[in-house]
């Protein structure tokens, strides 16, 4: 059963950062890509960023370029989303997810989501 657990939401005021993690288990990734998304109460999921599971570069969306940082430790079998800088537009439920398509930002392309977790960032 494939899993992916995300784990490190929480509260946080503006200015501050906060680390995320996805476990992922089940199957083995390799090929594919992991990616961020995002859901703000009303608004559509959003892509943030991603990262091949293997080797490869990381791919951000505009409005987290420069405060994000998307990571992995392959041997953990986890990827990370580094947020610092956070602003109150950041509040949303974060969602890991993976996808073996070479096109990241599309969500529906996606196999496997985590359940989220919620990222509140007071002003």
């Known amino acids: 059963q494939v899993q992916l657990v995300e784990s490190g939401g929480g509260l946080v005021q503006a200015g501050g950062s906060l680390r995320l993690s996805c476990a992922a288990s089940?199957?083995?990734?390799?090929?594919?890509?992991i990616a961020w998304f995002r859901q703000a109460p009303g608004k559509e999921r959003e892509f943030v960023g991603s990262?091949?599971?293997?080797?490869?570069?990381?791919y951000y969306a505009d409005s987290v370029k420069g405060r994000f940082t998307i990571s992995r430790d392959n041997a953990k079998n986890t990827v990370y989303l580094q947020m610092n800088r956070l602003k109150p537009e950041d509040t949303a439920v974060y969602y890991c997810a993976a996808t073996a398509s070479a096109v990241v930002e599309l969500s529906r392309l996606y196999n496997y989501w985590g359940q989220g977790t919620q990222v509140t960032v007071s002003s």
């Open positions: 089940g199957r083995t990734f390799s090929g594919w890509n």
């Open positions: 990262i091949p599971w293997s080797a490869g570069s990381t």
